[in-house]
C-alpha cells in the first residue's frame, strides 16, 4: 500500500501514467470549478474567486506542462543516462493527483470569506489541512524525477529542487500575463 501511495511509478509510467494522470487533472478540473479553488502555479492553490471553465483547465496545464519542461530541460542537462518525455510527462501528471483532496477541502465555507481581516483559526487549520496533498504531491513529483531520469541522491535533490523553483516561476507568469487579465475584465 505505501508503494501505491508514494511510489506509484514502481508500477505505472508512460502513456499509462499520463492517461490516469489525465483522469486525475480532469476530476480536479471538474470539482476546482465547482469549489473555486485555482491552481495557479506549479504547486500553488487559492480559494474563492469565480472563473469560467476554461480559466481553471488553462491553470492546471500551466501547472502541469511547466514542471514537466523544467524538469525535462534539466534533466538534458544533469542526467547521464537518456530519459523518455513521455515518462516525465506521465509521472508528472500522475503525482497531481492528491490536489483532488485540495479541490474537495476547497468546499469548506470557512475559506470563502470574502473579508481578508475575517481570517481565523477554522480559516489557518483548513489551510494547514491543504498543506498535507500539496506535500504529498512535491513528494512525488521528486520519485517521479528520480525515476525518469534515474538521478539519485543529492544530485537528484537539487536538480528537483531546481525545476521546481523554475516551475513556480514559469507558472506564476503565464497566469500572471495571461489568465489574470481574463479575470479583470
Same mark, same amino acid.
Given at each position: 500500500?505505501?508503494?501505491?501511495?508514494?511510489?506509484?511509478?514502481?508500477?505505472?509510467?508512460?502513456?499509462? /501514467?499520463?492517461?490516469?494522470?489525465?483522469?486525475?487533472?480532469?476530476?480536479? !478540473?471538474?470539482?476546482?470549478?465547482?469549489? $473555486?479553488?485555482?491552481?495557479?502555479?506549479?504547486?500553488? /492553490?487559492?480559494?474563492?474567486?469565480? *472563473?469560467?471553465? #476554461?480559466?481553471?483547465?488553462?491553470?492546471?496545464?500551466?501547472?502541469?506542462?511547466?514542471?514537466?519542461?523544467? #524538469?525535462?530541460?534539466? /534533466?538534458?542537462?544533469?542526467?547521464?543516462?537518456?530519459?523518455?518525455?513521455?515518462?516525465?510527462?506521465?509521472?508528472?501528471? %500522475?503525482?497531481?493527483?492528491?490536489? !483532488?483532496?485540495? /479541490?474537495i477541502i476547497g468546499f469548506s465555507p470557512v475559506l470563502h470569506i470574502?473579508?481578508?481581516?475575517?481570517?481565523?483559526?477554522?480559516?489557518?487549520?483548513?489551510?494547514?489541512?491543504?498543506?498535507?496533498?500539496?506535500?504529498?504531491?512535491?513528494?512525488?513529483?521528486?520519485?517521479?524525477?528520480?525515476?525518469?531520469?534515474? %538521478? $539519485?541522491?543529492?544530485?537528484?535533490?537539487? #536538480?528537483?529542487?531546481? *525545476?521546481?523553483?523554475?516551475?513556480?516561476?514559469? #507558472?506564476?507568469? %503565464?497566469?500572471?500575463?495571461?489568465?489574470?487579465?481574463?479575470?479583470?475584465?
Amino acid at each position: 500500500m505505501k508503494t501505491w501511495l508514494f511510489k506509484p511509478f514502481t508500477y505505472v509510467a508512460g502513456l499509462k /501514467a499520463l492517461l490516469l494522470g489525465f483522469l486525475f487533472m480532469l476530476a480536479t !478540473l471538474i470539482i476546482s470549478f465547482y469549489s $473555486k479553488t485555482h491552481f495557479d502555479g506549479a504547486i500553488d /492553490a487559492h480559494i474563492g474567486m469565480k *472563473a469560467p471553465l #476554461s480559466i481553471f483547465a488553462f491553470e492546471q496545464l500551466i501547472a502541469w506542462g511547466s514542471i514537466v519542461l523544467t #524538469s525535462a530541460v534539466i /534533466a538534458f542537462f544533469v542526467a547521464r543516462s537518456s530519459f523518455r518525455l513521455i515518462d516525465i510527462a506521465g509521472t508528472m501528471a %500522475l503525482s497531481r493527483a492528491p490536489m !483532488l483532496l485540495v /479541490a474537495i477541502i476547497g468546499f469548506s465555507p470557512v475559506l470563502h470569506i470574502t473579508n481578508p481581516q475575517e481570517i481565523n483559526i477554522a480559516v489557518m487549520a483548513v489551510a494547514i489541512l491543504m498543506l498535507v496533498p500539496v506535500i504529498w504531491m512535491i513528494a512525488l513529483m521528486l520519485h517521479a524525477f528520480k525515476t525518469c531520469t534515474n %538521478l $539519485k541522491g543529492t544530485k537528484a535533490t537539487l #536538480s528537483f529542487i531546481a *525545476a521546481l523553483l523554475f516551475a513556480e516561476i514559469i #507558472s506564476f507568469s %503565464l497566469n500572471q500575463f495571461l489568465i489574470k487579465p481574463l479575470l479583470i475584465k
